[in-house]
């Protein structure tokens, strides 16, 4: 579930849409949480899916550690990318404000936590020299991103978190160690999904 302080807006025919803040949303805010309502889809159901309904999910939905397909069951299928998003994703299923959001900013996350399977071209952004996201990305930058994750759970506990409910019970013990602790006890790194792994195993 997406951060209730968001709205989904049009941006232009390239973009498409986006989700935007509608209030304030401070650093340490988490932003997205995995909830009952999405979807967990098995690789084998997907490409079993005909065409049309195939490419949708293969378009709006990001793969976990396991291979299988997450289909979020509401704005957060639109969330885009950014090599210096603003929002980032944990172990924890969860993304957290790695910096202060103001009301009609656009939320983005980095896709290259996301398990894709295939290159995805970027449009240019100044300050990088990433062009692309690549499906070993989760490897080559998840110290990155887990820096960002434990600077931004230092503010965790002095902001208000509407999503906290959210979290899964596994969870919430990991949670509290890095709010409070500023620790992770799971790296980004642990939900990389191993696809040579997983075909030798079959």
């Avoid at 900013?105 to 399977?117: H, I």
Wanted: with cysteine; glycine share 4%.
């Amino acid at each position: 579930m997406m951060h209730p302080h968001t709205e989904l807006r049009y941006i232009d025919e390239k973009i498409g849409f986006g989700v935007f803040a509608t209030q304030f949303i401070p650093k340490g805010t988490l932003t997205w949480a995995l909830d009952d309502l999405d979807q967990i889809l098995e690789p084998e159901v997907v490409d079993a899916l005909d065409e049309d309904r195939k490419k949708l999910v293969l378009k709006y939905s990001y793969r976990n550690q396991n291979g299988k397909f997450i289909l979020c069951w509401d704005n957060g299928r639109y969330v885009n990318h950014s090599f210096h998003a603003n929002c980032i994703g944990t172990a924890y299923e969860v993304e957290i404000a790695v910096r202060d959001i103001y009301p009609g900013e656009q939320l983005t996350d980095d896709y290259g936590s996301l398990n894709v399977d295939e290159p995805f071209d970027c449009l240019p952004e100044e300050g990088t020299d990433r062009s692309k996201v690549m499906p070993g990305d989760l490897l080559q930058y998840a110290e990155v991103w887990d820096a960002q994750a434990i600077d931004a759970f230092k503010q965790y506990d002095k902001v208000e978190q509407p999503l906290a409910h959210l979290i899964r019970p596994e969870f919430k013990d990991k949670m509290e160690i890095a709010a409070k602790q500023h620790k992770l006890v799971d790296s980004i790194r642990a939900i990389y999904f191993d696809r040579l792994s997983m075909n030798s195993a079959k």
